[in-house]
């Protein structure tokens, strides 16, 4: 079982920055692949990021590419999300998820366990 809280989230002007973190429960979180969505109202959940297992390699949304990071600490069993170039779209809950099951990283369905999100509204 694992558990997993984000923060970091917050009101920021276009153009600024912020950065989600995740902690996770449990002693195995190396062997975890780990995901960010996001949900805005009225919209269905989606992919953000994803970074994979101990490899630490990386996939994104088209939509943050560039703008976007995501990046693990193992020792501290968390995960980050740093967002530059923040737009109004990006407003959203941003949720953390992590898997241990080989599968499409950018879908919802493959992943296990989720927190319970963090807002993050972009202001024009």
């Known amino acids: 079982q694992v558990q997993l809280a984000e923060s970091g989230g917050g009101l920021v002007q276009a153009g600024g920055s912020l950065r989600l973190s995740c902690a996770a429960s449990?002693?195995?979180?190396?062997?975890?692949?780990m995901g960010w969505f996001r949900q805005a109202p009225g919209k269905e959940r989606e992919f953000v990021a994803a970074i994979i297992r101990s490899h630490s390699s990386t996939d994104y949304a088209d939509s943050v590419k560039g703008r976007f990071t995501i990046s693990r600490d193992n020792a501290k069993n968390t995960v980050y999300l740093q967002m530059n170039s923040l737009k109004p779209e990006d407003t959203a809950v941003y949720y953390c998820?992590?898997?241990?099951?080989?599968?499409?990283?950018?879908?919802?369905?493959?992943?296990?366990?989720w927190g319970q999100g963090t807002q993050v509204t972009v202001s024009s």
């Open positions: 449990g002693r195995t979180f190396s062997s975890y692949a």
């Open positions: 998820a992590a898997t241990t099951v080989l599968g499409p990283v950018g879908a919802a369905r493959t992943y296990d366990y």
